[in-house]
């Protein structure tokens, strides 16, 4: 090597030497700036379940969360029980005899009771007829009326009697014997009969929706506000309340109506979901009333079409339950929701909006599973269950 090439060599070695470190540390830094930003987020979005499986995760529905649906909520008995609505913080017009004076001398008001003259208003309806023909079955006053503490409801007998139907047809004029049947229980606090007559409504929400002195106050001021006429029924706007009655209800012998306190139906509860599962249990075996048939009190869903966040996780979740000939669910069906029923079942939906698809299980993540339906006007039904495999 010559002297010049030695001398150009030495020179320019330091060059490569220092622009090689600097390489380097960018590369670095662009390493440090992928595993902070791109990866340790994905690593924090792995759901912490013991039980979840390897593999691409579906893609969730809520901006910077891993959850892939929502747990359903809104306002129920539970969170807005009629006791704690302030029915009954209005005073009386004139304090009762004998009242306890309040501490400035004055006696104090008691709250409003019920009126013993109260009526049904049916004032602009005395004269209804039914707008179309239909059939109805009369609820059977003496079905097991299954309270919150008992775990096998199902599993209970009860009296065996035909149903009876009804069957008006258009024109037919509207006799109201069912709602103020209905009616009369109510002012006078008989809540056993109302309850046996009205049990296909969840009891732990007929409880408090119906049974308590606030919600009796605020069901017979209701109903004795002039009624309108709706497109299902009819609806009577009371102070708290607006109780409403669709046609096929006014033409049985007692009339079962859905209530919305402030205006607004409740929103699914758990124990709206129990309910549908445990009479479909029942019905293999002893059923809650012996007119709850499929036929009679439809359960499952007619249409079966949930949406992809259910199906994506849960492919089998678009196969629709169907009865056997006899109008049953199978042993696999049946041993799946005592499954779901032994479990802490929570409720999950997309959107808390009405309508609703939602998915009853222990974890969004794991099964068995069981999908509802839930609409509008406060109807709700059973499309699919998925069993763990």
Known sequence: MSLNKLESWLTETPKHLVAALFSLAAAGIVLVIVILFVVSPQIAAIPNDPDAKAGPQ?????TGSSQLLVEVSGKTY?????????????PSATPAEG????????????????????????????????????????TDTE??????????????????????????????????????????????????TMQRACWTITPEVFTDR??????????????????????????????????????SELST???????????????????DVTYVMERLL??????????????????????????????EFSPRASEKLTLDEKGLIDDATFATLQK??????????????????????????KEPSAYFFRDKDGSLCIGSVVEKR
């Open 58 to 62: 579906p893609k969730s529905t809520k």
């Open 78 to 90: 539970r969170n807005n029980s009629t006791l704690n609505m302030g029915i009954l913080d209005a």
């Open 99 to 138: 009242t306890k004076p309040a501490d400035n001398g004055a006696p104090l008001p008691e709250p409003p009771k019920i009126d013993p003259q109260a009526q049904l208003n049916l004032d602009g309806v005395s004269d209804l007829t039914y707008p179309s023909s239909l059939t109805s079955v009369d």
């Open 143 to 192: 079905a097991e009326v299954p309270t919150p503490s008992k775990t096998s409801k199902w599993a209970k007998k009860t009296p065996t009697k035909s149903p009876k139907s009804n069957q008006v047809k258009a024109g037919d004029p509207v006799n109201f014997a069912g709602l103020k049947a209905f009616f009369a229980d109510l002012k006078n606090g008989d809540f056993t």
């Open 210 to 247: 119906f049974t308590t002195q606030p919600a009796q106050y605020a069901l017979v001021e209701a109903l004795g506000t002039a009624p309108e006429k709706t497109e299902v029924g009819l609806k009577w706007s009371g102070k708290f309340v607006e109780v409403s009655v669709s046609w």
């Open 253 to 271: 012998r007692y009339s079962c109506p859905v209530l919305a306190y402030g205006g607004e139906l409740d929103a699914v509860s758990v124990p």
């Open 282 to 311: 029942a019905r293999n075996s002893y059923p809650l009333s012996p007119s709850d048939s499929e036929d009679n009190y439809p359960l499952l869903c007619s249409e079966w079409s949930p949406p992809a966040e259910f199906t």
């Open 340 to 365: 779901i029923l032994e479990s802490d079942i929570k409720l999950y939906t997309v959107k808390n909006e009405y309508p609703m698809y939602l998915r009853a299980s222990e974890s969004q993540l």
